[in-house]
């Protein structure tokens, strides 16, 4: 694998960057949002409900598609399911400033779910044209580009919207990840060659990963931890709104500044996780991550102030930085080459699975137990829990193709019996 991967990796880079740019940007106002359509949702219970609805709806039909859109990007190319989820996210945020009520916003967040899912399909098409050996470095460099324009997606959306009206910043989103995709076409490429693996049937690609337990135990890991980190995303910025005692587009805007303070952090930490991991294990900085983001997350129930909430919002964002490009190398590690787009299709699904049960879940908790504090504890109290699973569960990976070549074959040998990782360069 010659050098030519890095100007395909750094424009990969940035495309991701303004695509997460331009998905994050509505999200400070959203639940906000439902209140001023044409047909209003009336303030109150019916509101935080309808707020984790939206939320659940943009995941949840990525726990189906998710794995499909994988295993076409093994049979077709990565490189296009990376263009499919930006141009397809782009006409869908476009036309929700358009919705005319509840309704239509909850079809265009199923869409949403449907088309895209750029982070799977951009980790799959990076992880096929990057050395094995740095997985964790270069995912969790393109970590560092996803959460950049995560963070700062919110704080440009919400004064958009506190300046311009909710309209045109949808608009404006759609627009941003149009960008996203017209870089992917023109400076990202893909020397792609279908394998002979790839023309088998759907159940027959997907067996040998889904009975490997080092790849199945570190994607279940990710699924637990977006459904116990998101419970508290649909209430945060009414929590923000209750501290503050602002007006919506004022706690709206807030929102965005308070989740872009936590970007550079949480950006920079990823890297170094990533980095830490390939060196020390990725099972030592994972575990390490995953407690941290527990406690940081119970100690947000009890900010009395702003400058409270922020201050522990930017130690939990650094922890959950290292999570996914630690676990997404040991993935990256017993993944062969022709089955990438499958494994990452595979993870965004359950991905997608924990962070829309996770806020829907969050939502109802939060009007159950009448109040927003709860919520916060209950998701540090479940990291918490996944922690434990990390250190029973978690093992160091043989890679699938080594065990092939040594005529193990697919199923994978005891976890227990697992050699160490291999140590990075």
Request: net charge positive.
């Amino acid at each position: 694998m010659g050098p030519s991967w890095k100007k395909t990796f750094y424009a990969l880079c940035i495309a991701q960057f303004i695509a997460m740019l331009g998905f994050s940007f509505v999200m400070p106002f959203l639940p906000f949002y439902i209140k001023h359509l044409p047909v209003p949702v009336p303030e109150g219970p019916e509101a935080d409900k309808w707020a984790g609805i939206l939320m659940m709806a943009g995941g949840l039909p990525m726990v189906v598609c998710s794995p499909v859109w994988g295993l076409l990007a093994d049979r077709y190319g990565r490189k296009r399911m990376v263009l499919r989820a930006m141009f397809g996210g782009a006409i869908v945020i476009g036309l929700m400033g358009c919705a005319q009520n509840i309704t239509h916003l909850l079809i265009l967040r199923i869409l949403q779910g449907v088309l895209t899912g750029t982070v799977g399909a951009s980790m799959a098409l990076a992880a096929s044209v990057t050395p094995r050996e740095r997985a964790g470095t270069i995912l969790g460099t393109l970590i560092v580009s996803s959460t950049s324009g995560q963070y700062v997606g919110p704080i440009l959306g919400g004064y958009s919207a506190k300046f311009f009206g909710y309209e045109p910043t949808f608009f404006l989103a759609g627009g941003i990840l149009l960008v996203g995709g017209l870089i992917v076409q023109f400076a990202v490429q893909e020397k792609f060659t279908r394998s002979v693996a790839a023309k088998t049937d759907m159940r027959a690609s997907f067996l040998p990963l889904l009975t490997t337990g080092a790849f199945v135990v570190p994607a279940m890991t990710l699924c637990l931890i977006n459904f116990s980190a998101t419970a508290p995303g649909p209430i945060f910025p009414y929590f923000v709104k209750h501290l503050s005692a602002m007006s919506d587009a004022e706690a709206g805007a807030l929102t965005g500044l308070i989740l872009s303070l936590v970007g550079p952090v949480e950006a920079s930490s990823a890297w170094m996780f990533g980095f830490f991991g390939d060196r020390w294990g990725h099972k030592r900085v994972l575990m390490f991550c995953v407690v941290w983001g527990g406690i940081m997350a119970c100690l947000q129930a009890y900010s009395q102030t702003i400058g409270q909430l922020i201050l522990i919002r930017i130690l939990f964002g650094f922890g959950m930085a290292g999570i996914f490009p630690t676990a997404s190398a040991l993935i990256r590690r017993v993944t062969p080459e022709d089955s990438m787009g499958k494994a990452f299709g595979i993870v965004s699904s359950l991905n997608s699975l924990g962070w829309s049960l996770g806020p829907l879940v969050g939502a109802y908790f939060s009007v159950y137990m009448k109040g927003y504090r709860p919520t916060f504890t209950l998701s540090g109290e479940l990291l918490l829990f996944v922690s434990l699973f990390v250190a029973w569960r978690v093992r160091h990976p043989t890679p699938l193709k080594a065990r092939r070549e040594e005529g193990v074959g697919t199923s994978p040998p005891a976890l227990s019996r697992n050699p160490p990782e291999p140590p990075g360069p």
